[in-house]
């Protein structure tokens, strides 16, 4: 029976984000777990490198996400202040937090910051129900 069920598709299912270790396959944050910030101006951000001539250049892409602190960055729940991230299944290193804060290479600050470097994690979209996504937490 060809209902017209393909008009609810987009209302059952969202589509989402989420980052798994590139090691283990597990997923280490999903997009609602991303903290954004604004592209910095790059290399002008940077004191400590000398300024270069084109400065028009545009900042560089951003080689990492930050995350809210999740449940598996143990080091985090420790109440460690500064500490890299491993992956809690494979321990493979995924990137490093810091209360106080880090700079994205974009030269953008992030605090506090729980950086995960994007060459060590996929990213890949799924689809959720609604009841799966309200059960997820
Ligand atoms: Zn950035
Ligand atoms: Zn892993």
Known sequence: ????NNSNVGTDLKPQM????????????????????????GEKCFKW???TKG?????????SIFV?????MQAVEEGTNEEKLQCIG?????GSFNWAGMQCNCGAWVNPAFQLHKSRIDECRIYLTAE??????
Do not use: T
């Open 1 to 4: 029976m060809e209902e017209a």
């Open 68 to 72: 809210e602190p999740m449940k598996w």
């Open 49 to 51: 490198k000398k300024r």
């Open 90 to 94: 494979c321990k493979a290193r995924l």
């Open 18 to 41: 989420i980052y798994r270790c590139k090691k283990c396959r597990r997923i280490v944050a999903a997009e609602e777990n991303v903290v954004l910030h604004e592209r910095g101006e």
């Open 132 to 137: 799966q996504d309200a059960a997820r937490n």
């Open 55 to 63: 400065m028009d250049k545009e900042p560089p892409e951003c080689s």
